[in-house]
């Protein structure tokens, strides 16, 4: 019997651009599916986002290089590519120029996908992952990104809300941060922006039903949510099979907050668990989180290393089974 095809599924954030090649077990679960690769490169193709919103030439040709990077990765295992975008290019008004020299290099289209979709692809991805957790009552998913907070909510394994928020760590930390260690006005300006877009987004938090319980399970997944992981892991190298499934308590996130502002840059940089790439954007990204949980009244996150890229695998490998 043959082996299942492979896919390589890109994900084209607006601060990191990800990588898996994968193909499903005969006979196992799509959730047990074999990693041929994977990779991530910080390439900040949505740098400036928090401005007029183009895509500047630097981060543009860095994702570039990383894009042709990966596709010769994924031909040396015969996959099959699929490319997605988020919102640094749902939102850039030079994205097009970008897409068209990406689908040169990358022999596929990027498909640029708007934010119900991106938040349905992390949902998948975390179900797959966490299936007895989400079925024993009320969830909430968190992805935070460089440009957008996708959010969704669940009661016994079933979507009831989602939605995009336009707060992610790249935007927020080029809108309001101006010092470093950012002062205490500028951090209280970033959680005022994350409050005020979570006040539109009150039914992610709301019960459907007067007696379906407070929320049990707060499942954060993406860079800042991970390097926060691997930041209280106090790995000196990251190690996706520590991350995925760790919790994270408030108190362990409130102290990585602290910790991250009274830091200097070179000092973030040095920081275990933290990439240096990522050190200037993550307590952002922190705060994000941390009013999040306080919305969702929560005691700790648990963490998933399976995003977007992982919900387009399962997917295509689910279609791919189905089809055979």
């Known amino acids: 019997m043959s082996a299942p095809p492979a896919f390589a599924t890109i994900d084209v954030g607006t601060n990191t651009t990800l990588l898996l090649v994968a193909r499903a077990r005969s006979g196992r679960p799509i959730a047990e599916a074999e990693v041929l690769a994977e990779a991530a490169e910080i390439t900040r193709l949505g740098r ?9 030439a630097e981060g543009m040709a860095r994702t570039l290089e990383a894009l042709e990077r990966y596709r ?8 099959t590519l699929a490319a997605i975008g988020t919102e640094a290019l749902r939102r850039a008004p030079n994205a097009g120029a970008f897409l068209d020299e990406a689908r040169r290099r990358l022999g596929v289209a990027i ?14 991805a975390v179900a797959t992952s966490f299936p007895a957790e989400l079925a024993a009552g009320r969830a909430l998913v968190v992805d935070i990104g460089g440009g957008s907070t996708e959010l969704v909510a669940s009661e016994r394994g079933v979507v009831r809300f989602r939605c995009s928020l336009p707060v992610g760590s790249v935007r ?23 409050d005020a ?28 949510v991970t390097t926060l992981g691997a930041m209280a892991l106090d790995l000196a190298s990251y190690d996706p099979a520590l991350v995925h499934g760790s919790r994270l308590t408030r108190a362990a996130l409130e102290a ?24 200037d954007v993550i307590l ?7 009013a999040i949980a306080r919305r969702a009244g929560v005691g700790e996150v648990r963490i998933s290393d399976r995003g977007i890229r992982w919900g387009l695998f399962y997917e295509l490998a689910s279609a791919q089974r189905d089809d055979g």
């Open 48 to 56: 400036g986002i928090g401005g007029d919103g183009r895509l500047g």
């Open 72 to 79: 010769t990765i994924a031909d040396a295992h015969g996959a």
């Open 284 to 290: 952002a990204g922190s705060l994000i989180l941390q």
């Open 256 to 279: 990585q907050i602290a910790r991250l502002a009274r830091s200097t840059q070179p000092e973030r940089e040095r920081m275990a668990g933290l990439d240096p790439k990522r050190a």
């Open 111 to 124: 498909e640029v996908i708007d934010g119900e979709r991106e938040a349905a692809l992390t949902f998948g």
């Open 197 to 224: 877009a979570l006040d539109t987004a009150r039914d992610a938090f709301a019960r459907s039903e007067p007696d379906s319980g407070a929320i049990g399970l707060l499942v954060g997944v993406a860079g800042t």
């Open 172 to 194: 927020l930390h080029e809108r309001h941060v101006r010092h470093d260690p950012a002062t205490e006005a500028e951090t209280a300006a970033i959680t005022a922006d994350v």
